[in-house]
């Protein structure tokens, strides 16, 4: 039943995946497997022609602008009807002459009735006033509007004012001053100039750095523009995207029939950001160019070449849109390798992210379960676009479908070599295989947040490493040199206490019952017999070592890995690898040690098992190249604890 229902679900991905491959329009990779699909004349004549109604109407609006009609002007009817005051005023006879253009001569005229009709205020207010020195005033300045510098300079002033008024603010240069700023503080920090140092200092002020936020936060918008309107019923979108040389666009199409669809909006691109662009959106031109019937690598080539403002014509996607909600970035551990260029169902090969089992991955958007966005961490500043992973889920089914197969391919071998032999061991075969299909263990994410241990609260280090491999020498030493900082969590033990051992400073000596009660309880991160008396390490030990603000070291068997991590004791695990073969012989020799050649190839075998089973588990590995070497990176790992934040699972911190 399983079986079938995967593959069939992997049959329905693997058609998904050819018949909606994704190209990425402006990122470059290989060819899509996509076959051209016919052009429909007839949809795109409709179009044609209502580009040419669009084109005629602009044209039309554009004339209006600039033909303005006197009669429109209640000014200049004003001025046409008075027969004191007009364009021919005696008045000014020869000091000004009437400009072609209709509106330079509205504002010319006008600003001249102004000065008329404050002469004749100036006039009014003379005779009304009592005082001489009030009526000499307002004589004064009746003789300064009299004169003709003052005319010449009042008209100057006013015609630059109306055509300072008429004109629209600029569009922006570009949306990344704010990195062009960065850009000139790297590379003003050598210079020793004085014209530099002073450069550098302004770049750096708070104030001009949220100016040039904020700019580019207005500038994004600005140079984002969206026009719709209605033809024959439909809705036509027309957009316009800026798009940097250095900014990709940031959207996947693929092939619909005979359409071209925008089939993912990436994050980091112009499109997310614009907000413009959506899913499903099918593209009719870009910048007057027919995309219809075209292949996506078609698509992808001509957006290659075009730079600066693209214009699209869409027709907008019919789904209902989700209401805008502000995304969360979730932070998780990678706990497998992936590599897109091996992935058959990947939507869009350009787009893949690869990471290594251990990476930090940011996903910024789960819109598709499928296919997450993310950014891998440290690679956020040369990622410009996020890249896509497969989802929790869906990694999950294919890790199961993929066991199933596996195991059902070693049920069959086993049967085979089974019934050889008889039916009693055939059976038990067969129930151990049935036990393997339990997929409740299947790793794929884990959600990670940032940690800074308290100066009180040190996390416990956990060395873990094969024999011989130098982890419990490692621990030695840190505790001879500085036994004040570090300490070991005291044991508990079944065994009778000997004559100089002291209870809870060797071991915690307790009776078999209890012990074995409280291992029942899980209170013990490792465990074993030995000649009959059990010893362990239990979580309450490490705790006493912790509270005590020292730092508990411990060295584990990779089995108590989940036991330690499953508690709350936050541990910080190193995993100490041994080096090549003859390195390693050549390190056991400076002991005294003279391991033969299959014991040394069972040290390497043993590390290489550990790291592939529990490897995301580790937090930091050192290969034990040299003793001192490896000393210091171990001193070096444990001193960052207290300087800088780490990864940690978020449901450590609940």
């Known amino acids: 039943m399983i079986m079938s229902h995967m593959n069939g679900y992997v049959q329905e991905a693997s058609g998904q995946a050819k018949s909606h491959r994704e190209r990425a329009v402006d990122c470059p990779g290989e060819e899509s497997s996509l076959v051209k699909s016919p052009h429909c004349s007839a949809h795109m004549e409709r179009i044609q022609h209502y580009q040419e109604e669009l084109k005629k109407r602009r044209e039309e609006d554009s004339r209006g602008k600039h033909d303005i009609d006197p009669n429109a002007s209640l000014r200049l009817k004003k001025l046409s009807q008075n ?125 001009l750095q949220a100016l040039m936020q904020a700019h580019d936060s207005v500038a994004g918008q600005e140079m984002s523009e969206e026009d719709v309107v209605e033809y024959h019923g439909e809705t036509v979108k027309l957009v316009r995207l800026e798009k940097a040389r250095d900014t990709p666009l940031g959207a996947t199409v693929r092939n619909d029939m005979d359409s071209v669809v925008v089939s993912r909006v990436v994050k980091g691109g112009a499109a997310e950001r614009s907000g413009l662009l959506s899913e499903g959106d099918e593209i009719l031109e870009i910048n007057g160019i027919s995309i219809r019937g075209k292949h996506v690598n078609e698509v992808h080539d001509l957006l290659q070449q075009m730079q600066g403002t693209l214009t699209f014509l869409l027709i907008p996607s019919s789904q209902i849109k989700p209401a805008p909600h502000r995304q969360t970035v979730m932070h998780v551990r990678a706990y497998f390798d992936y590599d897109p260029s091996d992935d058959p169902f990947l939507p869009c090969r350009e787009l ?79 129930s151990t295989l049935s036990r393997t299909t339990d997929y409740d263990d299947i790793l794929t994410y884990e959600e990670m947040s940032l940690y800074h241990q308290p100066a009180n609260r040190k996390r416990p280090i956990a060395l873990i490493g094969p024999t011989n491999s130098g982890h419990d020498e ?93 508690s709350n004791l936050k541990p910080y695990v190193i995993f100490i690898a041994p080096p090549s073969q003859e390195r390693l012989r050549t390190l056991l020799a400076t002991e005294g040690k003279t391991p033969k050649p299959e014991e040394l190839k069972e040290v390497i075998e043993k590390a290489r098992e550990m790291e592939q089973n529990f490897g995301h588990f580790f937090d930091a590995t050192i290969v034990n190249m040299d003793p001192d070497q490896a000393f210091h990176e171990l001193r070096r790992l444990i001193d960052k604890l207290d300087t800088e934040p780490q990864w940690v699972p978020t449901s450590w911190l609940c």
């Open 474 to 566: 490692l621990r030695r030493r840190l505790l001879s040199i500085e036994p004040e900082k570090f300490a070991v969590a005291v044991p508990h033990t079944t065994r009778n206490s000997r004559i100089h051992e002291l209870n809870g400073r060797e071991y915690h000596f307790v009776s078999r019952p209890a012990f074995e009660t409280d291992l029942a309880a899980g209170k013990f991160i490792e465990s074993g017999e030995y000649e009959k008396n059990l010893y362990g390490t239990s979580t309450d030990s490490v705790r006493h070592i912790i509270n005590s603000g020292r730092i508990c070291l411990l060295c584990l068997h990779t089995r108590s890995l989940q036991i330690l991590r499953s």
């Open 83 to 207: 027969p004191k005051v007009g364009i021919d005023n005696p008045t000014f006879e020869g000091k000004e002459k009437a400009t072609k253009d209709t509106c330079s001569q509205e504002a010319v005229v006008g600003e001249l009735k102004e000065l008329v009709e404050l002469l004749q205020a100036l006039k009014w207010a003379q005779h009304c006033l009592t005082d001489a020195q009030s009526q000499q005033d307002a004589e004064l300045i009746m003789q300064l509007l009299s004169k003709e510098d003052f005319r010449n300079a009042y008209t100057i002033y006013s015609a630059v004012s109306q055509q300072m008024t008429r004109v629209s603010p600029t569009s922006p240069l570009t949306a990344q001053a704010e990195d062009l700023c960065q850009e000139v503080q790297k590379i003003l920090q050598s210079s020793q100039q004085m014209e530099g140092l002073e450069l550098k200092a302004l770049l750096t002020n708070p104030h």
């Open 352 to 430: 893949g992210l690869s990471f290594q089992k251990g990476d930090i991955l940011h996903v910024i958007s789960q819109d598709d379960p499928s296919w997450w966005q993310a950014y891998r961490d440290g690679d956020e500043d040369n990622q410009p676009l996020a890249g896509l992973i497969p989802g929790k889920s869906f990694q999950q089914q294919r890790e199961t479908l993929k066991k199933t197969i596996t195991d059902r391919s070693r049920e069959h071998q086993g049967k085979l070599w089974y019934a050889k032999k008889n039916i009693k061991k055939r059976k038990k075969s067969t």
